[in-house]
């Protein structure tokens, strides 16, 4: 039967709404063809079925089209005399940037007014709004607030999951160091954080660490008022102005971390229902890269989970896009990061292509601006990507922690270098790497910005790039099967591609530079020799599909529901969908285990304060990172029951070959070293303990008192370390309070370890005390020089593993050798017996 209405409606209208018809009136550019075969499918099945679903997700290889995309499914609403449409970006810079695209491609679109108001072309239906994220999620937003909020007919989110991290930091009150805020709020809970950890609030407190302590939801439950009345105080500070509206109602709800350079309140669940024009748009679209795990979506802006199980993907296309992934350090662990980046922050042979390097942060790259290398900050980003594009590129150019939306195709970037595993940069997230460090959530998230940066120069299905990886984190992260599983298809394919690569380039090298085998490489890749494009689509089309793995989506649906119930004062219901994720998920991970455990307890706490610190200290007993409990902690002595022999083979196990673990033991050896980064030293030193066969512990924080690391070597007998790692190496005394630490920490192992013998041991450089600073009576020290005969020790003890098949050692063969290598008990006795002189 005829629908004689809808023709009606298109006679009157004139304007078609198919989006593919649509696409061919288009003014466009004359180098701006047809629609890909990717495009025009996914186009063709959202007109005839799918565009009349509230929420999609719309999925695409990175560079293939969907920004295009998304702005023709608007132009077609825009057709249908809909409500106004709007495109969100994650920053400024992509609006800029989607504008720029969209008057190419003869789309018409708008943007707010010199005076932040909304333009004609947006009332009258006739326009694009292209915005970013900041201007539609804060608290003074021109689309409004709960039931004030503007009536938007359809929404695009584009590069949704970079959206995801834009909205958490602007509903997340950050208060800068430098504030008096931030004072006020540390004497609030000075008492609570000390019993956390009394060193460690105090050297947070006075700039000394990087680490972030989580404020004790009991005393955030007791205390939420007076630090209500503090902030309202500073209500009109701008890092306060555009936050406060989205978080005062649900104060009470949010977590407070605090590090030495901010203070962090974040709601447990992101208030993305109070940006009704968000979140009772007619029709949601989130754009996505098949890199990512969509079940974030879920907790971060409450997206239905059969949604995210039924994305609208073009299945024809497994895979897009040439990328050589190698890692230098496989061929020669000489051409480790410093080696790399004094090379490839200037020396390359021909310049007529851009060279990039991604990096965890600002920090990390100041090593490549003192090799020569120049680096983007925030004041002209655009300029640098400018000058890719348009062929200025006489130096490689550094983008800190921009792992997505930065598009560098062709010959803007033909060679990328990803430098160092990307690690959290919001306190949450730094918090959530201490206490769940193996978690899926964590694991996943790293492999998706690792993922990210490896789309940055690959942006579509003919552009190709030379990748290197490099750095200890990074290296060992994609070594280790556990963590290799989290990337895509896809990229677990160009990776094994780039391993087979390498192999072959050193069995055909006969004996060359380590360099030039790199090099090699490189040249064979990048002047399109044809038997390496024949290899590489013959490998990339072996990709197999992975299994769907709903176990995250699932997680954190739980999650979200638990959140809504605790809003809703329904705390019993709320503790119970925590319960569950226990009792289905995590039975026998004990950290993950004791994290939700913590939740149960934080859920429980409105309802009752003796039930919820019994879960607290379960919580505790299964994770020693998390929080204290208020009282009734049981301590647990190290214990050093089991055999060497065995313990140094469970570590060996985890690992396929030596080249994975030897990339761990790298990542760990370098650790140890003489830095201000105390914790990173202490996780080393436990680490390295556990790998050479003994037990170990770090006391202070799992019991928030003691030594900062324990080693079990022996029935009956420890070594106990404080760290001193932070210190200048050229410093000339051991000062008294550091002498007394180790004191201290004596007198609490004597104590808790009633009839057993310790070595003190306190790792620092100097020798002499200062007047009044006294060890104890067999106190020794570990410097600079021990610390490297130590490393060295371990080392070689397991470059013996090198030739053998690692998971078939005896026993005898591997004692032999902890023998050779001077790793025994005794032997280690006599290197931590360095002198020590009285003033």
Not at 234 to 246: A, G, Q, R, S, T
Not at 314 to 331: A, C, F, H, M, T
Not at 509 to 529: F, G, H, P, W, Y
Not at 680 to 694: R, S
Request: net charge neutral; charged share 30%; proline share 3%.
């Amino acid at each position: 039967m005829i629908d004689f209405n809808k023709r009606l409606q298109q006679e009157q209208s004139g304007k078609p709404t198919d989006p593919i018809m649509l696409y061919e009136t288009l003014d466009r550019l004359v180098d701006k063809g047809p629609l890909r075969a990717s495009q025009e499918a996914i186009l063709k099945e959202w007109y005839s079925d799918r565009k009349d679903e509230r929420d999609l997700i719309v999925k695409l290889h990175t560079g293939q089209g969907k920004t295009l995309i998304g702005l023709l499914m608007l132009m077609s609403r825009l057709n249908s005399n809909t409500d106004p449409v709007v495109y969100v970006c994650p920053n400024i810079y992509l609006a800029e940037q989607t504008r720029k695209q969209a008057k190419q491609f003869g789309i018409k679109t708008c943007e707010f007014d010199s005076s932040n108001n909304f333009p004609d072309e947006f009332w009258d239906n006739s326009s694009i709004l292209v915005t970013y994220v900041q201007k539609l999620f804060n608290g003074l937003t021109k689309f409004g607030l709960r039931n004030q909020s503007l009536k938007v007919g359809t929404i695009v989110l584009d590069d949704s999951h970079a959206c995801i991290d834009s909205i958490e930091a602007a509903t997340t009150l950050t208060i800068p160091k430098e504030s008096d805020l931030y004072n006020d709020i540390l004497v609030i809970f000075k008492d609570s954080l000390e019993l956390q950890g009394y060193a460690k609030f105090h050297e947070i407190k006075s700039g000394e660490s990087n680490e972030v302590m989580l404020v004790p939801y009991w005393s955030w439950n007791d205390h939420y008022e007076q630090v209500v009345q503090k902030i309202i105080a500073y209500k009109n500070e701008k890092y306060v102005l555009f936050i406060w509206p989205i978080i005062r109602d649900v104060i009470l709800s949010c977590n407070c971390y605090i590090s030495s350079s901010s203070i962090e309140i974040k709601p447990y669940l992101s208030p993305v229902d109070l940006f009704g024009s968000f979140s009772r748009a007619s029709h949601r679209i989130m754009m996505s890269a098949t890199t990512n795990n969509d079940a974030f979506f879920v907790k971060s802006l409450g997206i239905s989970p059969d949604t995210i199980k039924n994305p609208l993907v073009y299945s024809k296309e497994k895979w897009s896009g040439e990328k050589l992934i190698l890692i230098p350090y496989q061929i020669d662990e000489k051409l480790n990061r410093t080696e790399i980046v004094n090379w490839l922050a200037t020396e390359v042979d021909s310049r007529r292509f851009g060279v990039v390097a991604i990096t965890p942060s600002f920090s990390d790259a100041v090593f490549w601006e003192n090799c020569g290398a120049v680096v983007a900050y925030k004041s002209d980003l655009n300029d640098r990507i400018d000058d890719l594009k348009n062929g200025i590129r006489s130096k490689t150019v550094v983008f800190a922690n921009r792992y997505d939306g930065i598009d560098l195709s062709d010959d803007s970037c033909r060679i990328l270098i990803i430098d160092n595993k990307p690690y959290g940069q919001t306190l949450e997230d730094k918090y959530f790497e201490d206490v769940r460090s193996d978690s899926q959530l964590i694991n996943i998230k790293v492999a998706q910005k690792i993922e990210q940066g490896l789309g940055r120069g690959v942006r579509g299905e003919k552009d190709y790039c030379f990748i290197l990886l490099t750095g200890r984190q990074l290296v060992s992260a994609v070594k280790n099967p556990r963590f290799k599983k989290f990337f895509s298809s896809q990229t677990q394919q160009q990776i094994d591609v780039g391993v087979e690569v390498t192999r072959y380039a050193v069995e055909d090298a006969n004996k060359k530079d380590s360099k030039k085998i790199v090099i090699d490489a490189m040249n064979q890749m990048l002047s399109r020799d044809e038997g390496w494009k024949k290899f590489y689509r013959f490998k990339m089309n072996e990709i197999d599909d992975k299994e769907r793995d709903d176990t995250l989506l699932d997680i954190l649906e739980i999650e979200r529901n638990a959140e809504l119930a605790y809003l809703q004062g329904n705390y019993p219901k709320a503790k119970d969908y925590i319960f569950n994720i226990i009792s289905q998920y995590y039975c026998d991970d004990l950290l993950e285990k004791g994290y939700y455990q913590q939740e149960m307890a934080r859920m429980t706490y409105p309802m009752s304060k003796v039930d919820s610190n019994k879960l607290q200290i379960s919580a505790h007993r299964d994770n020693r990172s998390l929080l204290r409990p208020k009282d009734g902690m049981i301590f647990k002595k190290l214990s050093v029951e089991g055999k060497r022999i065995e313990r140094i083979k469970d570590f060996i196990n985890q690992f396929e070959d030596y080249s994975g673990l030897k990339a761990k033991l790298e990542l760990t050896l370098g650790g140890l070293n003489f830095n201000p980064n105390s914790k990173k030293f202490e996780l080393a030193l436990e680490a390295i303990g556990k790998n050479i066969g003994f037990t170990s512990e770090r006391p202070e924080e799992a019991w928030k008192e003691g030594p900062d690391n324990l080693w079990g070597v022996r029935k009956g007998e420890y070594f106990l370390f404080e760290c001193k790692s932070g210190t200048k190496e050229t410093r000339a005394e051991i000062h008294q309070n550091e002498a007394e630490q180790l004191l201290n920490s004596t007198r609490w192992f004597e104590e808790k370890y009633v009839d057993c013998e310790v070595l003190p041991i306190i790792v620092i450089n100097p020798r002499l005390l200062a007047k009044g600073a006294f060890l104890p009576e067999n106190g020794q020290i570990l410097n600079i020089g021990g610390l490297a005969k130590l490393k060295a020790r371990v080392r070689s003890f397991f470059k013996e593993f090198s030739n053998v098949d690692i998971k078939q050692v005896p026993d005898i063969t591997i004692q032999e050798w902890l023998k050779s290598h001077e790793l025994e008990v005794n032997n280690l006795k006599q290197l931590f017996k360095e002198p020590v002189y009285p003033k």
